[in-house]
């Protein structure tokens, strides 16, 4: 099965585990990942808070180089942000007159039959969870995750199309699938900051808090994440947090291709698990993971 | 402290108007049951809650709606639009009255996500994808913080997080993209 791919921006650096991990899956579950040739940046948030047409005209060009370069009418965008602007992009090209204004920015039409998958959507809808579960070689021994989708995975729910978008159970049940336990717990859609990262690092360390707080209450040993800006700030900032609410936080953030991937028995240097700034090493050896 | 004066607010003398050109979304349909202002993940941070913005645009509130830091410190989680009961798209919404407060050249409250937006889409347009270390680094000296968060950014490096060069993708697709959109918005 060959699908498109669009790594996006953050997937190139700070989020360079979940490319590594998601390649590495979907070659194991028989997907073939062909990257988009000359992609560009989606836009993301600052495209929709200072640009209106460029926000839908930049993932518009990259729906328009799948079609082209790829030839492909599916693709995958594991970036929740990248998902959530291409989605977008898709759901207003259905007005006639957007469609017009685009065709002229961009210089050529755009394709309105492209799908556009979330990593979770391949792994769920497009393999199937019992496909993935039949290829697990190690279980994950019960260890207790707490899935965290935040925003862009299910919002706004007329452009995702969950219908779950505030109690979503799609990672729940991979999760389950690969003998992990999944906790009950309220934060699973909350904001951590994300667009404020380099701007307000005092809204991003409150708001990333609360989660780590909820997430602990439950009994999490670890959070599963699919969002390159979810990862940088629960694992990179737990340190900072700690410093400034004299909190003692040290829970494992895992992007959720990474747990597939243990449990598919590829290894977790092989995954980039060792990149990580909150370390995992204690927790995987305890599972005997290492 | 008076912020848009009688020019200003002239120049956008029907705010709810302007949104709904904009947008297509009806302020008028807000009844006020405060979903989005609890739902709201940064209503803590705001002078006032969401829901309190719906109203100030419903009344043509001017002053009050640019002044405040509310549509400043919206974090396009959605949460609010999703919520909605009656459906309107509120992020949508702040979204817009905060570029209009920018093309108006309104003097607003505001915090660096312009600045941002500005350095970000800038990068965008000339280089084709986001350069982490270039933004992080443009962002901190134009802000006058060259150091902040210099300890987590050496622990990434270390990491390999970091990519050191920026990748550049065909530029100039790009720029003309960006310059026929330009041209449209006049």
């Given at each position: 099965?060959?699908?498109?791919?669009?790594?996006?921006?953050?997937?190139?650096s700070?989020?360079?585990?979940?490319?590594?991990?998601?390649?590495?899956?979907?070659?194991?579950?028989?997907?073939?990942?062909?990257?988009?040739?000359?992609w560009?940046?989606?836009?993301?948030?600052?495209a929709?808070?200072?640009?209106?047409?460029?926000?839908?005209?930049?993932?518009?060009?990259?729906l328009?180089?799948?079609?082209?370069?790829?030839?492909?009418?599916?693709?995958?965008?594991?970036?929740?942000?990248?998902?959530?602007?291409?989605?977008?992009?898709?759901?207003?090209?259905?007005d006639?007159?957007?469609?017009?204004?685009?065709?002229?920015?961009?210089?050529?039409?755009?394709?309105?039959?492209?799908?556009?998958?979330?990593?979770?959507?391949?792994?769920?809808?497009?393999?199937?969870?019992d496909?993935?579960k039949?290829?697990?070689?190690?279980?994950?021994?019960?260890?207790?995750?707490?899935?965290?989708?935040?925003?862009?995975?299910?919002?706004?729910p007329?452009?995702?199309?969950?219908?779950?978008?505030?109690?979503?159970?799609?990672?729940?049940?991979?999760?389950?699938?690969?003998?992990?336990?999944?906790?009950?717990?309220?934060?699973?859609?909350?904001?951590?900051?994300?667009?404020?990262?380099?701007?307000?690092?005092?809204?991003?360390?409150?708001?990333?808090r609360?989660?780590?707080?909820?997430?602990?209450?439950?009994?999490?040993?670890?959070?599963?994440?699919?969002?390159?800006?979810?990862?940088?700030?629960?694992?990179?900032?737990?340190?900072?947090?700690?410093?400034?609410?004299?909190?003692?936080?040290?829970?494992?953030?895992?992007?959720?291709?990474?747990?597939i991937?243990?449990?598919?028995?590829?290894?977790?240097g092989?995954?980039?698990?060792?990149?990580?700034?909150?370390?995992?090493?204690?927790?995987?050896?305890?599972?005997?993971?290492? | 402290?008076?912020?848009?004066?009688?020019?200003?607010?002239?120049?956008?003398?029907?705010?709810?108007?302007?949104?709904?050109?904009r947008?297509?979304?009806?302020?008028?349909?807000?009844?006020?049951?405060?979903?989005?202002?609890?739902?709201?993940?940064?209503?803590?941070?705001?002078?006032?809650?969401?829901t309190?913005?719906?109203?100030?645009?419903?009344?043509?509130?001017?002053?009050?709606?640019?002044?405040?830091?509310?549509?400043?410190?919206?974090?396009?989680?959605?949460?609010?639009?999703?919520?909605?009961?009656?459906?309107?798209?509120?992020?949508?919404?702040?979204?817009?009255?905060?570029?209009?407060?920018?093309?108006?050249?309104?003097?607003?409250?505001?915090?660096?996500?312009?600045?941002f937006?500005?350095?970000?889409?800038?990068?965008?347009?000339?280089?084709?994808r986001?350069?982490?270390?270039?933004?992080?680094g443009?962002?901190?000296l134009?802000?006058g913080?060259?150091?902040?968060?210099?300890?987590?950014?050496?622990?990434?490096?270390?990491?390999?997080?970091?990519?050191?060069?920026?990748?550049?993708?065909?530029?100039?697709?790009?720029?003309?993209?960006?310059?026929?959109?330009?041209?449209?918005?006049?």
């Amino acid at each position: 099965m060959r699908i498109a791919y669009y790594p996006g921006c953050s997937l190139h650096s700070s989020g360079i585990e979940y490319d590594i991990s998601t390649r590495r899956i979907c070659r194991a579950l028989g997907v073939e990942l062909i990257e988009i040739e000359d992609w560009i940046c989606c836009g993301a948030t600052p495209a929709h808070q200072c640009d209106e047409i460029m926000s839908l005209a930049l993932p518009a060009k990259n729906l328009v180089l799948t079609a082209q370069r790829s030839k492909l009418k599916r693709v995958v965008a594991p970036c929740a942000s990248c998902y959530s602007r291409l989605r977008f992009a898709q759901d207003k090209l259905k007005d006639e007159k957007i469609r017009r204004t685009l065709k002229h920015v961009i210089g050529s039409e755009c394709p309105r039959d492209i799908e556009v998958l979330h990593t979770l959507d391949l792994i769920v809808e497009v393999i199937g969870i019992d496909a993935m579960k039949e290829k697990v070689v190690r279980m994950l021994g019960g260890m207790k995750v707490a899935c965290y989708y935040g925003c862009l995975m299910t919002r706004p729910p007329e452009v995702t199309g969950k219908e779950r978008f505030e109690n979503p159970g799609d990672m729940e049940s991979v999760m389950e699938a690969l003998g992990a336990e999944p906790v009950d717990w309220n934060m699973k859609t909350y904001c951590c900051g994300a667009s404020f990262a380099l701007t307000q690092t005092d809204v991003v360390l409150e708001l990333t808090r609360r989660i780590l707080v909820d997430a602990e209450a439950a009994g999490a040993e670890a959070i599963a994440v699919g969002c390159p800006l979810c990862h940088v700030n629960l694992d990179g900032r737990q340190r900072q947090i700690n410093g400034k609410f004299e909190d003692r936080f040290h829970i494992p953030i895992f992007y959720f291709t990474e747990l597939i991937g243990l449990a598919l028995g590829i290894g977790p240097g092989e995954l980039g698990v060792f990149r990580h700034l909150t370390e995992v090493e204690e927790l995987l050896e305890t599972r005997a993971l290492i | 402290m008076k912020i848009a004066d009688q020019r200003d607010r002239r120049v956008i003398s029907d705010l709810a108007k302007e949104v709904f050109e904009r947008t297509g979304e009806n302020v008028f349909l807000c009844y006020q049951c405060r979903k989005c202002a609890a739902g709201c993940p940064n209503r803590t941070f705001m002078d006032s809650t969401p829901t309190e913005l719906m109203r100030y645009l419903q009344l043509g509130m001017v002053d009050e709606a640019m002044k405040g830091n509310t549509i400043w410190y919206c974090l396009s989680c959605h949460t609010c639009s999703a919520r909605c009961p009656q459906g309107i798209d509120i992020a949508h919404i702040l979204n817009t009255v905060r570029m209009l407060g920018h093309e108006k050249r309104l003097k607003v409250k505001t915090n660096s996500a312009m600045l941002f937006g500005r350095v970000w889409m800038r990068m965008v347009k000339y280089t084709g994808r986001v350069y982490e270390v270039g933004l992080i680094g443009l962002l901190n000296l134009l802000r006058g913080k060259p150091l902040r968060d210099l300890p987590l950014g050496i622990r990434m490096l270390k990491r390999g997080k970091l990519r050191l060069l920026p990748s550049i993708t065909r530029p100039l697709s790009t720029m003309n993209m960006f310059c026929r959109a330009r041209k449209l918005d006049r």
